[in-house]
């Protein structure tokens, strides 16, 4: 028997001595304002929490390590200190998705009990064992800051009431978020609940010969398992492709090692991953395709048709080799970059649970409840009429969730067990299953006068996309698509090819193909610069894009556009820098390309005190749902923020579509200004009162974009967000400050906008000097989630954030999308840093393993 306290109140233990504290507080004690986001690593810090006086991970901490010992979670926070500390963070916009923040906050309430005033210097160095991967840390570390100076002087914490645009109004739930009583799918309870697990294939390519399950299905505990037999549409679908199965056949090829063998349902998480374990399975094991340079010419075909899943080629202007060739410099040069892992800390779960109505619900935490539901009634063989998903915000995404990992497996499950039925990926099986950002091969040749004006660009793009297309064709086209970056050339030349092979599959990541080309074209111009004798700010000002000019794909931009703007902003802290890159930037808001970009939103008013805000879009911590309650509250008048209620369900029929391309503000932003302007229309001639029951429609889209193809000049986007950023390093390499300037059209929310800023220019850090997700043959070299190279709070430089606001003419009172450019200009800023340092050009990304 182990005896210990808990939040004050004496507990016994009589388990498994070596079941971990994390899991006994979850399972035993329904405490879920612990997180696993790492599966025991010891790597994020989300399971946080006070043992003995001390800062100690959960996840880590065997129960037998407890006699006698005192345990505090943020339950037994004193209440007023527990509100504040969670108000500082509400304050300071410390909270984005808010899956760490429980966390963060333990582990503030420990320093300061040690420390009552700490330096900033302090507060950093104290938060070693904690993970963000949304804020940046820049206001984490002013939260807790403030904090400290509020209990000096025995002030509390007022947040604002007050919803209009401009204002830094609270974002939703963060203070739910903070003390961990607002849940994630992981942490919802539903009676009668079971638990699913699944079999991956253990080699990237192997002909699956077939397996036992009799050990696996004779497990006490075991429900049933489920193979591609029980499935009872189709088996196979995609995002853009239908390319990809839910799960692997009899005598089929597996094409990477997140390939699904089988599943398997138990009343335990834990009975179910034993049983996966028990399940042997024979295979023929075969030579993987990994090189995407040899994937065109290669006997092994990932897939029937051929190994090319998509190309783009455009051209504009002359002949490029000729103007290449009378031009008075030119350089020529190859980029690489690598796969990333998203790290969201959030992994992946679904929860599908049948109705009495014949309908499956799920409740999931991913990028597009509408693309969901109709994946999962193909899977299904039901009517999407019959399959209703419900958005449960999201503890992070930047791309990875656009995909079905495990939504399918949970509602197969469901639907022939007509039973409640959850699927969690852990950290190992997250890594290994959903698409990473694409690593691609840039050949770029870039020439310009004798005065400094670009003369033409000629790009040779390829990308491994892996083993299924996910969002590939989509994000090599938008590589092609700003090859370019921010600056006009009158001829252009664009090839972009994405292939198959047997790696984990790439798709969307934060940037959507686009960082990787602007590494490669700003690592270009500087050393143009270099050759020709430029400046390197006054080269950019001269040559960058501006009303009136054309993009990369022949787009003439009208209205808008303050690239110009920002290279202002950042001049003077640019040129006294010893040691500092540049780099600009543009971003895509849209799908564009030709395909229809909308939203609709429905507001219902309940009564007085409430009104329902139905949209389509997934709150994964930027900030959608505040946007959305800012904007009904700037348009209709009614300044009441505190009143009104999110609600995200493919019930309603409100279309959202996914939440990417930046569009999310852009496109919610003017469906919500439709609709709200017809409250206010009712509100001239009725008090609020007369309204109750009344609902309130608002559509907006835009279907007039064009494919880079059907004209010369084509409207490829609806908008575009545009951005200088400086990377100033010092003597040893390290980076000191990052000046970030963003033409964001319109500021709804301050805070929110700045956090985005700082977050996305943090993870361009990770990305340029760090990060990598190592591959060698197909296989993952480790699954080691603090060994990726994700930054830590002590790797935040200081980051100055100035904001530029030139209206876009159909944005939501001028704003643009902000969530990918942030990290944008961020790698090839920071490779033009260390060339000054050092005068060694930086290829290949990320840098610290080229250097070392």
Known sequence: MIRFSLNGREKEYAGDPETTLLSYLRESEGITSVKDGCSGQGACGTCLLEVNGKPTLSCRTAMRKLENGTVVTIEGFDPQLRDLLAKAFVEEGAVQCGFCTPGFLSRTRLLLQNNESPTREEIIKSLGLNLCRCTGYVKIVNAIFSASQRLQQNETVGLTNDGRIGVSYPKLDAYRKAIGTSDFVS????????????????HPRARFLGMDTTEAENLPGVVRVFTAKDIPGDRVTGHLVDDWPLMIEKGETTRYIGDVLAGVVAESEETARQACEMIRVDYEVLEPLTDMLQAENSNIRVHEPGNLLCRTDFSRGLDIESVLSGSAYTVAGTYKTQFVEHAFLETEAAIATPGQDKTIRFYVQSQGIYDDRKLISRILALPESKVDVTLVPSGGAFGGKEDLTVQGHAGLFAHLLCKPVRVRLDRNESLRMHPKRHPLIMKYQLGCTKDGKLTGLKADIIGDTGAYASLGPAVLNRAAGHAAGGYYLPNIDVSSKGYYTNNIPAGAMRGFGVNQVTFAMESSIDELCEKGGFDRWQFRYDNALENGLQTTTGQILKGG???????????????????????????????????????????????ESKIELHHGWTEMGQGIDTVAIQVFCETSGLNCPGNIEIIRSTSSGVIGGTTTASRGTFLLGNSVIEAALKVKEDLEKHPLSELVGRKYRGRWSCDWTQDVSRSENPVTHVAYSYATQVVVIDETGRVKKVIAAHDIGKAINPKLLEGQIEGAVVMGIGYAFTENLPLENGYLKHTRFGKIGLPRARNMPEIDVRIVEAKDPHGPYGAKGIGEIGLVPTAGAAANALYQLDGRRCYQLPFKEVKK
């Open 561 to 607: 556009v303050g690239l110009k703007k920002t290279l202002e902003a950042v001049k003077e802290d640019f040129q006294k820098a010893e040691f500092a890159g540049i780099a600009i930037g543009i971003k895509n808001v849209g799908f564009g390309n030709g395909l229809v970009d909308e939203s609709e939103v429905e507001i219902i008013i309940r009564s």
């Open 187 to 202: 942490d919802m309870k539903i009676e009668g609940m079971l638990f699913g697990a699944l079999k991956f294939s253990d």
